[in-house]
């Protein structure tokens, strides 16, 4: 099959079409108050007067974004990654923000803005997603306290069987409950959700709205996903996670992970963050720390606390052993598609990542923006078969599985006639687009490639 074209931000029938016209400039006036907001904080008048340089900054990216500019080369090359994105403008040719290829509009929206920090000496480590981020993780508490009680509950049921061992069966359901978690976790992307009021949040991270959603799962591989568990000695068995976003979606991956430590379905789990702000919401190394210390303040999580704090014990005791493990890597980062997981990428880290991942059991792989670069943005049918949409990595002897709540455009995998029956229906319900149903963060994708094509 011929490879499509991406997705362009001219094409009303696109999601990148409001993104970039209404979305973008929403989230960079949000990082102008923040930013504002840590000036007044900041002491140094040296950091005052280079907080005010960003600020203009941004506010010159908003409006080029609106004059709808062409998007120009980095010059600040000391910057890794950064050569990626001249590289493929050179390659492109003229790309203009309203016009453009979405993805790589978008990565390179947040490259620079981060650029704008990074040029700033007192600004170096500050993260302007930091407080969205924490905020929102401070308003999921009821969910965090669900989850909690829940895994305290199948901790002691785990230790009351003789050998602590539990049958195939309920190994497989305690499984496919705690992948569930980790999928509808990413409902909760804050670069959608920047608004959302507590009981929004509330309505997409409960018990109850998991169980109104299995529904809305389109395809779903996971069954081949646990044979592949299984098909390995526990020692070989390390499980990797391209994570998404920091918050009450990582709190549901290390549930996850918890759950899959605890009943030796695996034995390593290794998590794989970004190394800088990205997409909003998404997890760095740091906001791993800080949803632990956040955890631990019960001013801020005041109820449950012997599961929560039981909970982080157990955390803090596998990370000592080794067993969970935080990386983080510049590609995840650079404008390429995941199809550079490859040894032939030398320059931005996908031929290193290619390498460590041979030796994974199983790559879980997170969210819309990661699958999004799994496909390539690309307007495949939307009942392509998922290892076709992934191109050379359906043969790089990746284990994959994509956790993804569709956000965005792109889609495979679906049964045919399925796009074309929810694109009805979305037309139905008074939605000027059909298509966007895809958009939408209603309805999902569990997509597994063994590698092996
Ligand atoms: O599609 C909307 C969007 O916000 C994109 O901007 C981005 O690709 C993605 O969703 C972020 O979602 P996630 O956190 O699930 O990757
Ligand atoms: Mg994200």
């Known amino acids: 099959m011929t490879i499509p074209p991406p997705y362009y931000n001219s094409d009303p029938h696109s999601f990148g079409f409001s993104t970039a016209r209404s979305r973008w400039p929403k989230i960079l006036h949000t990082a102008i108050d923040d930013t504002t907001r840590e000036i007044s904080i900041r002491e140094d008048i040296d950091a005052k007067t280079e907080g005010a340089q960003i600020v203009q900054e941004i506010i010159q ?45 978008e990565c390179y929206l947040y490259r620079r803005l981060d650029t704008i920090f990074k040029t700033k000496s007192k600004w170096l480590e500050f993260d302007v997603f930091d407080r969205l ?41 305690l499984f496919e409950e705690f992948v569930d978690v980790s999928l509808w976790g990413n409902a909760t992307d804050l670069s959608l959700l920047a608004n959302a009021s507590l009981d929004d949040i509330k309505s997409v991270q409960g018990k109850e709205a998991r169980a109104n959603s299995s529904k809305n799962i389109l395809c779903n591989d996971l069954p081949q996903a646990w044979n592949r568990l299984h098909s390995l000695p526990l020692a070989k068995r390390r499980v990797d996670f391209v994570l998404d976003n920091a918050g009450f979606e990582l709190f549901t991956d290390l549930m996850l992970s918890l759950l899959l430590l605890d009943t030796k379905i695996v034995d390593k789990v290794v998590l794989h963050c970004k190394c800088r702000p990205w997409m909003v919401s998404d997890t760095m190394i740091k906001d791993y720390h800080n949803l632990i210390n ?33 990386q983080d890597s510049e590609f995840w980062t650079v404008d390429l598609d995941y199809w550079n997981l490859s040894p ?82 979305w037309k139905s319900l008074g939605n000027e687009y059909g298509e966007l149903w895809c958009s939408s963060g209603k309805w999902a994708v569990i997509s597994y490639s063994d590698g092996e094509k």
């Not at 062409?70 to 990654?81: A, D, R, Y």
């Not at 924490?134 to 002691?156: C, D, P, V, W």
């Not at 290193?352 to 307007?379: A, E, H, P, W």
């Open 61 to 105: 990216l908003v409006e080029e974004i609106q004059a709808n500019s062409c998007l120009t080369p980095f010059s600040s090359l000391f910057i890794p990654g950064l050569k990626s994105y001249n590289e493929t403008l050179s390659k492109i040719g003229e790309v203009t923000w309203l016009t453009g290829p979405w993805l790589f509009c």
């Open 133 to 173: 981020k924490r905020e929102t993780f401070k308003s999921s508490a009821l969910g965090i306290y669900e989850l909690a009680i829940r895994y305290k509950q199948l901790n002691s049921q785990i230790q009351e069987k003789k050998d602590n061992e539990l049958d195939l069966e309920s190994l497989q359901l």
């Open 294 to 326: 956040d955890l631990k303040d019960s001013s801020i999580f005041d109820e449950h606390r012997f599961e929560i704090d039981f909970l982080i014990s157990k955390l803090e005791s596998y990370r000592n052993q080794g067993k969970i493990e935080l």
């Open 344 to 425: 032939s990428e030398t320059k931005y880290g996908g031929a290193d990542l290619y390498k460590y991942f041979q030796n994974s059991c199983l790559v879980i792989v997170k969210g819309d923006l990661n699958y999004r670069k799994l496909t390539g943005d690309r307007r495949w049918p939307r009942d392509t078969p998922f290892t076709t949409a992934i191109d050379a990595l359906a043969s790089s002897k990746i284990h994959i599985l994509a956790l993804r709540t569709c956000k965005a455009d792109v889609c495979a995998g679906l049964p045919p006639g399925k796009d074309e029956e929810l694109s009805q229906y």
